[in-house]
């Protein structure tokens, strides 16, 4: 069983950043690949970043250039980066584990508003 954990959520001024955190119970180098998903109030979850274990990151092109998405295996966790963030990257930000299986965090809220 895998469980994620996420933090770093948030209030946040436009233009300020948030660092999110997604601690994962034992080693994340066995993942296929880890991501951070997002879903605002109406819509449907999207693909925010995800990092696959050559590495390889995807970007949805709203975010590209703005967020960065890393890992450190040693703490078993992944990070989203956030910079530059505007009130539309307001939402639940959610980690997801591909092992087999796709395993979910709960989310953690971000809230970007003056």
């Known amino acids: 069983q895998v469980q994620l954990a996420e933090s770093g959520g948030g209030l946040v001024q ?17 993942f296929n690949s880890m991501g951070w998903y997002r879903q605002a109030p ?45 009130p539309e990257d307001t939402a639940v930000y959610y980690c997801r584990a591909v092992y087999g299986n796709a395993y979910w965090g709960q989310g953690t809220q971000v809230t970007v508003s003056s």
């Open 42 to 86: 109406g819509k449907e979850r999207e693909l925010v970043a995800s990092i696959s274990s050559l590495d390889i990151t995807i970007y949805a092109s709203s975010v590209k250039g703005r967020f960065t998405i890393s890992r450190d295996n040693a703490k078993n966790t992944v990070y989203l980066q956030m910079n530059s963030l505007k």
């Open 14 to 30: 436009p233009g300020g950043s948030l660092r999110l955190s997604c601690a994962a119970s034992g080693s994340i180098s066995r």
